[in-house]
């Protein structure tokens, strides 16, 4: 009882401040003192995060994390990006609690947080607006961006229509392929996307390419990094972008059932919406599982479990963990979602893992589409593949914590861009043997 | 002779004229080959640097990105670097650099890969990804063996932290000519000579300048403002188009080198 109060009272207190991100850096300030490793200076969690990239990019950096941080502690900034979360993308989302599926489950009850309701359909737009709007702010012209399954390309290629900034994407080439439908809708919005045909041509590789036009371009682009990777002040400014969810869905749930859930469950590749989800609540004792990419198999190039079954590594500017080989080279990764594809993953979840605050497990391509087809029946909700596999492990778990128990799944984008991937699988499984 | 030792010597010795340093993908197209062309590049340059091919190079265009490509598809190794070196180390006295990307040395740890590089002869590492900041003890390791850990300087480098940069460079200062990935480009950046210029007001080491230069032309008007010029991409190319043509690719390459060395020697 006296939890539920002390819980009530905070909820109280959240409901008058705006999602706005100058908390967010205030609090993350605060924490510095006490919880070394949340946010150390020059960017690092713990023995994670940092900066490692080519001199000619320093400079920018820090000129990047001034801005950022003065925009962050700018009232008429804070307003303008909450306007546009609020009006335009049409926050705050729902917490929705998913009764046919957690019937069904048989045991806790799942809350979706409706991420996917959001405008351009995923928790993309929630960086990107904030990301454009400090370009804007910097005096930037450009904007350029990397995606994978297209969603950060589209949101990006969105909120820079909207503040009239000029708009590149980079792809590698067998995600244009997987994810046609947003290489046509980030084109309708005014951007160019550009094909990535080096390395294992998928986010990776985007994200190289996407590094070196940043490298020659740095005096009037800014680089719209789409997940919580990358070089310090990158990690730091999404999460504090994408901390909006977690604020919400702390509040909604508190409103809703007058105390926190009992476990967090969000996919994770380069972990941008699950850290927008975990961070809110970690100062508290909520149970916290982030899901990776199972691919296939646990076997080399299988899979994009890089915080299961990668180690310490460098890449994109952070050390975090990696897929990497013997010699260091970066591995080739597999899952049946492109936004999951990716060998690396943001150096806050390497942190989280090795002082254990968050579990880290994997679900395999054919859970998540099991979980596609199950949110579908049950919910009428179709659900992007990457949220597929956090659906297919909350599902696990709803039925290990059983009834009385409360699961926040964070359903972090639609699945309209996947229905050829669907429908490909579906053909493939109700193909006969041999 | 330890690293720096032998970098230093070697600005002082050829004479006043900047020095020619080379660059090769170790591994590039093959192992046998790779080595050949080395060791004619030394037979021009004053020093040369072999590249680790890596399955992620940022700094990178098309040009080196491809020769890393290839290399890594031949079945190079970054351990097979030390052993070219080895190799080099036998017939040439000449300043031995490795350039690698940070991740390839992370991975087998400071101490091995310092001790690999010293024991094979190489004099120096160039590592563009790794600030100073992010170094650990990668300088103590390296000084404990004897290689140089040569900084890079940048035109985007504001003044105190080129000159922190300056002062804590080994044998050298690497300074990017252009903003941008290797590569070659058709004319040199106007803020090149200001950022030279600014370089070497802070720098008591010799400043070198790579990335972009690429004909005897650029090579010579860098090589009025700086103590060297460094030389990739166009290398690698005059090798890649004689492979594609079937040719051996050292005649092509011993030429161009040496049109580099003499666009120096004329000032």
């Not at chain 2, 200062?173 to 590569?183: D, H, I, P, Q, S």
Request: with cysteine.
């Amino acid at each position: 009882m006296e939890r539920e109060r002390v819980e009530n009272r905070a909820g109280a207190q959240e409901r008058q401040v705006p999602h706005g991100i100058n908390e967010e850096v205030e609090r993350v300030k605060g924490m510095q003192d006490t919880s070394p490793g949340y946010a150390q200076p020059g960017g690092h969690f713990g023995a994670f995060g940092g900066r490692f990239v080519p001199e000619t990019l320093i400079a920018p950096l820090e000129e990047l994390e001034e801005a950022y941080l003065e925009a962050a502690r700018d009232p008429a900034f804070i307003e303008e990006l909450d306007g546009y979360l609020r009006d335009y993308v049409g926050r705050p989302t729902p917490l929705y609690r998913a009764e046919r599926l957690s019937r069904e489950l048989g045991g806790a009850t799942v809350f979706l947080k409706r991420e996917d309701l959001c405008h351009t359909g995923s928790h993309k737009i929630n960086n990107t607006l904030g990301q454009c709007l400090l370009a804007r702010r910097m005096g930037k012209r450009r904007v350029i961006a990397e995606t994978g399954a297209g969603q950060h390309g589209v949101a990006t290629a969105t909120a820079a229509a909207l503040l009239g900034l000029q708009c590149d994407v980079y792809m590698g080439e067998v995600d244009m392929e997987r994810q046609a439908l947003n290489v046509f809708r980030m084109e309708l919005l005014g951007a160019r996307v550009i094909p990535v045909r080096c390395g294992s041509r998928t986010l990776k590789d985007a994200v190289n390419e996407a590094l070196r036009d940043w490298v020659a371009s740095v005096d009037h682009t800014h680089y719209c990094l789409g997940s919580v990777v990358g070089p310090h002040p990158f990690p730091t400014m999404v999460r504090d972008l994408q901390s909006v969810i977690g604020k919400e869905a702390r509040r909604q749930h508190l409103e809703k059932t007058g105390r926190l859930p009992d476990c967090l469950v969000a996919c994770v590749g380069g972990g941008s919406n699950s850290i927008g989800l975990f961070h809110p609540f970690l100062d508290t004792g909520v149970r916290m599982v982030g899901v990776e990419a199972g691919g296939v198999g646990d076997g080399p190039g299988q899979h994009g479990s890089t915080l299961g079954l990668g180690s310490v590594g460098v890449l994109h500017g952070a050390r975090s963990y990696l897929l990497q080989d013997d010699d260091g080279q970066v591995m080739e990764t597999h899952s049946i979602s492109a936004g999951l594809d990716y060998p690396g993953v943001g150096p806050e979840h390497a942190f989280l893992k090795d002082s254990g605050r968050v579990e880290y497990v994997r679900v395999s391509d054919a859970e998540a589409l099991e979980a596609v087809d199950l949110l579908c029946r049950t919910e009428g909700i179709l659900p992007a593949l990457e949220s597929a596999h956090a659906v297919a492990y909350a599902a696990r778990l709803a039925r290990e914590l059983g009834p009385g128990a409360s699961i926040v799944v964070c359903l972090s984008g639609r699945g309209d861009k996947d229905v050829n991937t669907l429908s490909s699988a579906r053909t493939r499984k109700n193909k006969p043997a041999g | 002779m330890d690293g720096i030792t032998r970098l230093e010597k070697m600005f002082e010795g050829i004479g006043g004229r900047p020095a020619l340093i080379g660059f090769h993908t170790a591994g590039f197209p093959d192992r046998d080959v790779s080595l050949r062309i080395c060791r004619a590049l030394l037979d021009h340059c004053d020093a040369l640097e072999v590249g680790i091919p890596f399955s992620d190079p940022v700094l990178d265009g098309p040009v080196i990105q491809e020769s890393s490509f290839r290399a890594l598809r031949a079945g190079f190794r970054p351990r097979h670097v030390f052993g070219l070196v080895g190799e080099l180390r036998k017939d040439s006295d000449k300043p031995l650099l490795i350039m690698t990307y940070y991740n390839p040395v992370h991975r087998m740890g400071h101490g091995p890969f310092c001790r690999a590089a010293a024991e094979a002869g190489a004099d120096g590492l160039l590592i563009p990804d790794l600030p100073p900041e992010e170094m650990g003890d990668l300088r103590e390791r390296a000084g404990e063996r004897g290689l140089a850990v040569v900084l890079f300087a940048s035109m985007t480098t504001p003044d105190d932290r080129l000159r922190m940069l300056a002062g804590q460079t080994q044998g050298f200062l690497y300074c990017f000519a252009v903003k941008g990935t290797t590569g070659m480009r058709e004319s040199l950046s106007r803020e090149l000579a200001p950022f030279l210029e600014r370089a070497r007001r802070f720098s008591s080491a010799p400043i070198a300048a790579g990335l972009g230069v690429s004909n005897p032309e650029q090579c010579r008007e860098v090589g009025r403002l700086a103590d060297g010029v460094i030389v990739g991409s166009a290398l690698v190319k005059a090798i890649m188009d004689a492979l594609e043509a079937g040719e051996d690719p050292v005649p092509a390459l011993s030429s161009l080198v040496s049109a580099l060395r003499d666009s120096l020697h004329q000032d």
